[in-house]
C-alpha cells in the first residue's frame, strides 16, 4: 500500500465529507440564490456551513465569505492593501506563498510599496521587526499563520497588536494553520484570514476569507452580488457543504488528531535523525505544524528530486517544498534562502507531512526504507565524484 506523506499539499478528503456532499450534485441541486424549494434548501446549506466554518475560527457567520481557494481569498484580501490611489504600503514576509508574494508584486506594479520582513534562522518573523517596519501609510499587514514548506507557526496575535497599533489592517494566510492551530478571531488582533477546504481534509477548489465586521473591502470578481457582494458567482454549493463538514471534523477532532500526530511527527524525526547521521531538521523545532517533517541531508541536499523519486518508487509520496513550486523543483527554495541558506543547501529539502489518516506502521515503514535510499544515493554520489 503507497503512503501519502504530503498532507501539506493537499489531503484526502475525510469519507464522512464525502458523503455530507453527496445529494449536493445530483438531487439538491438548486442554486442558492433561487426562491423555490430547491433554491432556499441550497441556501440553506450554505448558511449551515457557514456556521461551521465561523464556529471552528470563533468567528460569526456573517464575517465568513466564500472563495473558489485560498489562493482567491489571498488576493481579495490583499487588494485592500492598495488604497483608492494606489498609495498604500504592505508589510509581508520573505516567506509567503506565491498566493501572497505574486500578489503583492502585482499591487507594487499599481504603485503600492511592499516591505518583505525577514526571518530567523528558524524561519520565524519577530513582531519587533514588523512593528518596526510600519510607516504612515502602511494600509496592510500580511503575515502568513503557517508556512507550508518548513510548518513554522508565526506569533500572528503580537504581529496582529503590532498592525494595530499603527493602524494597519492586519491579514493572516492561514491556509496551512487551520485545523491544526487553534484560532479564537472574536479575541485575536486579526482582521482578515484567508483558509482553504483541501487543507483539512475537505474538497479542493473551496475556499473563504474572514472578514472582521467593520473592515471594507473591494470586491475583485464582480457580477450579481453574491457572499455580501465580495464574491459574485452561483455558489459551489457541494464544495461548501463539504468545506462546512470538514470544520466541522477538524472542531471536534483537531486536539486528539494533534496530540497523535504530534506523537507521530516526533517518532519519524527521532527514526530518521538516528539512522541518517547528515540528517538535519529545518524550521523552528517546537513551533511547528503537529504534523510537518522538513529534512535537510548535509551533502546531498542537490539530490533531494533523486530522493523524492526514490521514495515515490518504493510507495512513498513526499515532496520537495510545495507543490506549488513542482516546475521549479530543482530552483534553490526562496524559503530555505531566506532561512539563511546557500544556493546549494536551499536545493535540498524534503517535505514530510502527516494527516488524520496516517498511522504508526507507516511512519515506522519510511523509517526503514528513507535511510536506505539516502545511503545508496550517497555511494552513487560518491562513486561519480
Ligand atoms: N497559502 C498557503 C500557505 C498554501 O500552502 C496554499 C496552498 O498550498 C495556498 C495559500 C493556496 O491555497 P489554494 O490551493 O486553496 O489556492
Redesign the pocket.
Known sequence: MAIYLDN???TPVDPRVVKAMEPWHAQAFGNPSSLHTLGRQARDAVETARAQVAALLGARPREIVFTA??????NLALAAADGASGSGHLVTSAI??P??LETARALERRGVAVTHVPVDADGLVDPAVVRDSMKPRTRMVSI?A???VIGAIQPVTEIGRAAREAGALFHT?A??AVGKTPFNLAEQPIDLL?L????LHGP??V?ALYVRDGVTLSPIIHGGGQERGLRSATENVAGIVGFGVAAELAAAEMADDNVRLTALRERLIAGILSACPQAYVIGHRQRRLPGHVCLGFAGQEGEAIRLLLALDEAGIMASTG???SASHAAEPSYVLRALGFDPFRARGALRLTLGRFNTEAEVDRTIDILPTLVGGLRRIATARR
Open positions: 501539506s499539499a493537499t481557494s485560498g489562493t482567491e481569498a489571498d509567503e506563498h498566493a501572497i502568513m503557517a508556512n507550508n494566510d491556509v496551512q484567508s482553504s477546504a483541501h487543507k479542493k477548489g475556499g510545495s507543490a506549488c
